[in-house]
T-cell receptor, first 114, second 109 residues
């Protein structure tokens, strides 16, 4: 199994509070991604990173920010959580060019915003 | 992004082969075709990928049509553990994966 962990695994928070989810990898992979998954939807890309301090927006980036100050950590922040951000969040990593390489996914973080 | 069409659901008997189809008629000549699956309550996992030739690995086989407008993921002997949602994803260069709704495979003992 790829060395990718997510923390916390479960979180319940209240509307308006800030939340940070952490993705940690031990593979030294260059590319890291944050997805969310809601019932009836496939995974949707929030943000991704192609190197330290290099990030870009995905399909559903509104209300989220990210930071990557070290190769191994990719943080996803909800500055002011809303109920619409209740979801399961998956982190993923890829070693090289996406079309040639497989992507490894973390176990997910289940976030509930009350 | 190339658009894909997959059946919403399929059913198979245990220990029988399963053929999961995917149409990707707008795929470009350099897009790879990736397949991922997601078991219940887990993150997706890579299954296989290819460009033009048929591909085999320990999990599955990938058959790609000559015109590349469709592909078929083949599980040679379905087990209960293969019950999952299977995603077919054309991948272009370094662009992130775009997941559709996939095919939910049920395996009957």
């Amino acid at each position: 199994d790829a060395g990718i962990t997510q923390s916390p695994r479960h979180k319940v928070t209240e509307t308006g509070t800030p939340v940070t989810l952490r993705c940690h990898q031990t593979e030294n992979h260059r590319y890291m991604y944050w997805y969310r998954q809601d019932p009836g939807h496939g995974l949707r890309l929030i943000h991704y990173s192609y190197g330290v301090k290099d990030t870009d927006k995905g399909e559903v980036s509104d209300g989220y920010s990210v930071s990557r100050s070290k190769t191994e950590d990719f943080l996803l922040t909800l500055e002011s959580a809303t109920s619409s951000q209740t979801s399961v969040y998956f982190c993923a990593i890829t070693s090289g060019q996406v079309n040639y390489n497989e992507q490894f996914f973390g176990p997910g973080t289940r976030l509930t915003v009350l | 992004d190339a658009k894909t069409t997959q059946p919403n659901s399929m059913e198979s008997n245990e220990e029988e082969p399963v053929h999961l189809p995917c149409n990707h008629s707008t795929i470009s000549g350099t897009d790879y075709i990736h397949w991922y699956r997601q078991l219940p309550s887990q993150g997706p996992e890579y299954v296989i990928h290819g460009l033009t030739s048929n591909v085999n690995n320990r999990m599955a086989s990938l058959a790609i049509a000559e015109d590349r407008k469709s592909s078929t993921l083949i599980l040679h002997r379905a087990t209960l553990r293969d019950a999952a949602v299977y995603y077919c994803i054309p991948v272009s260069g370094n662009t992130p994966l775009v997941f559709g709704k996939g095919t939910r495979l049920s395996v009957i003992a």
